[in-house]
């Protein structure tokens, strides 16, 4: 038996979810990592003293099979979440739009039901969610994942009323652009130009560890401080629309 407090963050074989990963263990967290790709995973885990477990949040069977391996849960970091698709509306591609709405809002719903129980048993808990200014507002050709992310900040809030009077805190990060190696590359359907594009002439975007900064603040806060919506971007992008670029 152990007191360390446990964490899990899903999505955690790359981007912001292997940063957070990092920065909960940093804290003492015994981090569980939490992703598809069992080889990325199995190396974080090795490096941070975690443990890995296979999860796909868009699999019913794969979540209960992490839930069943965890019986006290103090974090839960639904990170797992991604844009597909880069069309106007009038272009967008249903079965595109399904899966974000899938991974990005039923995904999180499906592993915070499972892990409930867990995280009750911890006497106080953190669910935080990685939502998007893409929650806030809307851009051109961003309408699916401009959707699935309002999904998030609306599942969020939710859960929040839900959980009133329990000791559950329920939090939101919400980034603006941030570096990572497979956001945008995912965005674009492996289009490694349309993907350096979003970068372009930008001298400071965030990367995954500025994201992470805030998680494991909002972590290690007393159980009593909820910070409802953290909304973090680069000095150089005041919109989604409105970035300078030099
Ligand atoms: C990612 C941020 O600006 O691409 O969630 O919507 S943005």
Request: hydrophobic share 45%; with cysteine.
């Amino acid at each position: 038996m152990t007191d360390q407090r446990i964490a899990v963050v899903t999505g955690a074989s790359s981007g912001i979810g292997a940063a957070s990963a990092r920065a909960l263990a940093a804290e003492g967290f015994r981090v569980v990592c939490a992703a598809r790709r069992t080889d990325r995973i199995e190396a974080l885990a090795a490096e941070i003293g975690g443990e890995a477990i296979a999860l796909d949040v868009t699999d019913a069977d794969s979540v209960g099979a992490l839930a069943a391996r965890l019986d006290v849960v103090h974090v839960l970091v639904n990170n797992a979440g991604g844009a597909f698709g880069s069309e106007p509306v009038e272009q967008g591609d249903p079965e595109q739009w399904r899966a974000m709405y899938d991974v990005n809002v039923v995904g999180l719903m499906r592993v915070t039901q499972a892990l409930l129980p867990a995280l009750r048993a911890s006497g106080e808990a953190l669910i935080l969610n990685i939502g998007s200014i893409a929650g806030r507002v809307t851009y051109e050709n961003g309408g699916g994942y401009t959707a699935a992310k309002h999904g998030t900040r609306a599942v969020t809030e939710t859960l929040r009323l839900e959980l009133n009077g329990e000791p559950i805190r329920v939090s939101e990060v919400a980034p603006g652009m941030v570096r990572t190696d497979e956001f945008a590359l995912v965005r674009f359907g492996g289009d490694r130009a349309a993907a350096e594009k979003v970068y372009e002439g930008v001298a400071e975007p965030l990367v995954a560890e500025d994201v992470a900064e805030a998680v494991r603040w909002i972590a290690t806060l007393p159980a009593h401080v909820n910070i409802d919506e953290l909304v973090i971007k680069p000095v150089a992008q005041a919109a989604p629309h409105k970035v300078h670029r030099v």
